[in-house]
Nanobody, 116 residues
Framework: QVQLVESGGGLVQAGRSLRLSCAASGSIFRIDVMAWYRQAPGKQRELVATITSSGNTYSADAVKGRFTISRDNANNTVYLQMNSLKPEDTAVYCC??????????WGQGTQVTVSS
């Protein structure tokens, strides 16, 4: 089992920054990929960014150049640095931990609201 707790969301003006954190506990050694997803009201959940156990990263086109995913292995924490936020970034952001082909875990989510 893996437990994930997100933090760092809030209300921010367009153009500002936020950093989300996802603290992981439990059987972390089983995890291959950590990811951030988001879901806006009335829309499907979408992948934002991923980072593998070896440190390889991926960012969706919608956030490329503005958002950066990183990890602190010593503290079992994954971050999402979000710069130049736009109103369309407003969503609930959820952390995911996956062992490819077997297990997938989700956090409870953190709300990010960007005002224009």
């Amino acid at each position: 089992q893996v437990q994930l707790v997100e933090s760092g969301g809030g209300l921010v003006q367009a153009g500002r920054s936020l950093r989300l954190s996802c603290a992981a506990s439990g059987s972390i050694f089983r995890i291959d990929v950590m990811a951030w997803y988001r879901q806006a009201p009335g829309k499907q959940r979408e992948l934002v960014a991923t980072i593998t156990s070896s440190g390889n990263t991926y960012s969706a086109d919608a956030v490329k150049g503005r958002f950066t995913i990183s990890r602190d292995n010593a503290n079992n924490t994954v971050y999402l640095q979000m710069n130049s936020l736009k109103p369309e970034d407003t969503a609930v952001y959820c952390c995911n931990a996956t062992r490819i082909g077997t297990e997938s875990y989700w956090g409870q989510g953190t709300q990010v609201t960007v005002s224009s």
